[in-house]
């Protein structure tokens, strides 16, 4: 939109005067900030709605993005920043006598998530915004996010995350779409009178849900799209019969905290309600809404697609069928076919512990309704595919087995595409872990690889490197990031390799000033920053990192004189609150830290800082100032990784194992602007194979790691005598999951190229470039681009779709 500064400034005033009955200059910064957010909801407001008006108008479809998670971030600059005014807002508070960046920073940081899977949504929703694509998002407004993580005494501590304290200025209550969930109870099957089956419920729990919806602002004001999160409550006209508070209690329950384990299944009750509460109140609304079209019921899947982010909303699948068959009187097979064209799922994980399945008696018992159907979706599959695939192929993929129901089972059943996330993924959902599957539906399976979005990880989190890209190769980049490429042409100048090394300094040196400010440790910007951010997990290896640091320190001792790259290493990462070996790992690091950081020996050749309460606001802070990304991952167990395509678009040299989408990076960047090392999957699955593996034998004839390893429990370090032993323990006596003992030697051998390399300063700031460079094929508008052909078959809308990203050039 086109302001003048003088026409914001008039318009913040009256927004203030009118939201505190006071004069601007005499508010709080939490009142500045909400006059703000509410000056830009007044400024979308007509839009916003005419977008809705214009998708039923046009009767265009829509897509529908349903996840337990979502990571949004704050919003407040990245929604001035998609609307063009971010400037124009800056430059008028300041004017104002106001401070913007400490307006923004008062922003609270909604984590109703817990990592890739979440963040991954909200950077959807940001790219389907700005290629101009209807795509909402389904989610929870989980009154507790994601728990604050405090460090005491180096253990994790968890505190209630009460986000919602203030309000949220960017939500509105929809109370006229609320819809009632139905759950417990009875069901049973009588005629309708029409020769059909109706349902007859008894002693339901009725739920309302009602919505709060937030809008998703396109960059350049494409469009505006919804997120629409559920918030459970007691329904008005039922109040009377819950005659206990704790009943009432137990409805608001269902939205009250976001499960805070993001690797472990755990057949919790209170989840399969959230899951169902979350589908039944989403697919309700979008037939709801449908209706405003008027068209035919077998038109849906023309008008409508809704994506299950991971296995969490598969009931989305039972329950489209149950609206179809109970409430529009659909045969079985019509609303089959619908229901299959409507729905697709992804999967993001490998690991067959998070894998969802739910007991039958659970869900029997929760849901009666969702259980006859999915029953009936089972037996129907049984049926269809024994004569044509045999017993063993029918039975491995049956829906239902041992008593337990298998979400993804259903999810593949029940859509018409399941993707995995990058290409390493996918292939081997293809051919190992769902190698069934792809025999029966070949044709469903397809990859996409996870992006990002450009506009909050590089152009509002680090502005300096923005401007050196547009001043050096102009503003086209912006709306099409594959033109980064067209910055590898300046490898060889002097003049950008220097002004890059300088903005990586300066983001570095804002750091080590947010490093002292928070944690007291001084530490010196110009060492080498070596970055590992992400969720703690025993496959993610923060602990190979540990004992390179304690490798590095032991070095140290032996010869204090030895001249070693200086480097501060960089933690940020919470650990599930039941996952104790995860936080055993947080301690021994915190211990370690506190070792090496207060050993004179030491100096400035070793710092250790792990951040508390690692979330997408720190990352926007450590990302522009990392200079090597760590993602050290067995091979062949994390799915993609996002943090690394963040770390990349700023200049950091990515130190990787080839998994998930890493491969993807090398064959972008190239091996020689990487650090890679490591046993690769094939190698990993033939240990499996031929369970030949001993992390014994390497202990014992590995003196150098034998070294680090004993540093765990021989007192080095003091105060982990427990989690020093268990982590020792699992490596040694109990075979090393992970092959941590297998990959070290290669993990220091390319750790030392990396110290090597970053002597030479020139060198170094080209590979930066290069990554800088190679980083577009990474953004989230062509993983959106290529949801919305091939799966979706959504179409972008707006006169302003030429702002839309074009082709782009598929990978050698
Ligand atoms: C399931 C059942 C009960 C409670 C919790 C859960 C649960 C919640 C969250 C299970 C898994 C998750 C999150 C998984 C996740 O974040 N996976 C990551 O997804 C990213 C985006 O695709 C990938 O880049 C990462 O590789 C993958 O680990």
Not at 60 to 68: A, E, T
Not at 362 to 385: A, D, S, T
Request: hydrophobic residues 35%; proline residues 4%.
């Amino acid at each position: 939109m086109s302001l003048s500064v003088e026409q914001f400034k008039k318009d913040y005033k009256k927004s203030f005067e009118t939201m505190f009955v006071n004069s601007y200059d005499e508010g709080s910064v939490d009142q500045q900030f909400h006059a703000l957010g509410n000056l830009v909801r007044t400024y979308i407001a007509d839009e916003w709605r005419n977008a809705r008006q214009h998708y039923i108008d046009k009767k265009v479809k829509q897509v529908y993005y349903f996840s337990m998670e979502f990571l949004p971030g704050r919003q407040l600059k990245s929604n001035l920043y998609n609307m063009g005014i971010l400037d124009t807002a800056k430059e008028g508070l300041e004017e104002l006598g106001l401070d913007f960046k400490t307006i923004a920073e008062s922003e609270v940081d909604p984590g109703l998530g817990n990592g890739g899977l979440g963040r991954l949504a909200s950077c959807f929703m940001d790219s389907m915004a700005s290629l101009g694509i209807p795509g909402h998002g389904s989610g929870i407004r989980y009154r507790y996010g994601l728990f604050q993580q405090k460090f005491i005494d180096g253990y994790q501590v968890e505190l209630p995350d009460n986000w919602l304290r203030n309000g949220n200025v960017w939500e509105v209550r929809n109370s006229n779409d609320a819809v009632i969930v139905r759950i417990g109870g009875n069901v049973w099957m009588r005629p309708d009178g029409t020769g059909g089956l109706e349902p007859v419920y008894e002693n339901t729990k009725n739920i309302l849900a009602v919505p709060y919806d937030i809008p998703s602002i396109g960059y350049n004001n494409v469009s505006i799209n919804t997120l629409r999160l559920w918030s459970a409550e007691l329904p008005p006209e039922e109040e009377d019969k819950y005659f206990s508070i704790e009943e009432a209690e137990k409805i608001k329950e269902i939205t009250e905290v976001l499960y805070p384990d993001d690797s472990n299944y755990e057949g919790r009750l209170l989840r399969l309600k959230q899951e169902y509460f979350l589908v039944s109140a989403g697919v309700q609304s979008i037939l709801r809404h449908y209706k405003k079209y008027n068209l035919p019921r077998k038109n849906i899947p023309d008008k409508i697609a809704i994506h299950i982010n991971d296995t969490h909303p598969a009931l989305v699948i039972p329950e489209l069928m149950r609206i179809l068959l109970d409430e529009e009187k659909l045969s079985w097979d019509k609303a089959w076919e619908i229901t299959k064209k409507t729905c697709s799922y992804t999967n993001h994980t490998l690991l067959r512990e998070a894998m969802e399945t739910w007991p039958v008696d659970m869900v029997k018992e929760l849901l009666p309704r969702m259980y006859q159907i999915i029953e009936e979706i089972n037996r129907r599959h049984i049926e269809k595919k024994t004569p044509l695939y045999g017993r063993r192929l029918t039975n491995s993929t049956s829906i239902i087995q041992n008593g337990q129901i298998h979400m993804a089972h259903l999810s593949i059943i029940g859509s018409h595409s399941i993707n995995g996330v990058a290409q390493l993924h996918s292939n081997l959902l293809k051919d190992e872990v769902l190698a069934d599957f792809a025999e029966m539906y070949p044709y469903k399976f397809n990859n996409k690889t996870n992006g990002i979005t450009q506009r909050r990880w590089l152009h509002l989190a680090n502005p300096e490197l923005t401007e050196l890209i547009t001043d050096n190769i102009g503003p086209e980049w912006k709306t099409n990031p594959a033109e980064l490429k067209v910055l590898k042409g300046y490898e060889k100048s002097d003049e950008v390799l220097e002004r890059l090394a300088e903005v990586k300094l300066h983001n570095k040196q804002r750091l080590a000033a947010y490093i002292q400010e928070h944690t007291g440790l001084k530490v010196d910007p110009t060492a080498l920053f070596d970055v590992q951010i992400k969720r703690l997990h025993a496959y993610k290896r923060q602990h190979l990192q540990a004992l390179h640091i304690l490798d590095r320190y032991l070095q140290i001792k032996e010869n204090p004189e030895i001249d070693m790259q200086p480097r501060v290493f960089i933690f940020g990462a919470k650990a599930a609150p039941s996952y104790l070996y995860a936080k055993q790992i947080i301690k021994v690091i915190n211990a370690i830290g506190e070792v090496v950081n207060n050993d004179p020996d030491v100096g400035d050749k070793i710092k250790v800082v792990f951040f508390e309460n690692y979330g997408v606001s720190l990352a926007e802070k450590i990302i522009p100032a990392a200079d090597i990304s760590e993602q050290i991952s067995l091979a062949g167990k994390e799915a993609s990784g996002t943090g690394n395509m963040k770390l990349m678009l700023n200049g950091a040299l990515t130190m990787a194992t080839l998994d998930g989408a890493n491969v993807e990076i090398r064959d972008y960047v190239g091996e020689e602007n990487m650090f890679l090392f490591g046993l690769t999957t094939e190698e990993v699955y033939e240990y499996y194979r031929n369970g030949t593996y001993s992390s014994r034998e390497i202990y014992e004839s590995n003196p150098r790691l034998k070294r680090a390893l004993d540093a765990l429990v021989d007192g080095t370090i003091p105060n982990i005598e427990e989690e020093g032993r268990v982590l020792f323990d699992s490596l040694i006596q109990y075979n090393d999951e992970y092959f941590v003992l297998k990959d070290f030697d290669s993990f220091i051998e390319a750790q030392k190229r990396a110290d090597e390399l970053y002597r030479d300063k020139k060198a170094w700031s080209q590979k930066s470039l290069i990554n800088i460079a190679s980083s577009g094929p990474f953004s989230a508008d062509y993983t959106i681009q290529r949801y919305a052909d091939e799966i979706w078959k959504a179409q972008p809308q707006g006169e302003l779709t030429e702002n839309r990203v074009h082709s782009f050039d598929e990978p050698i």
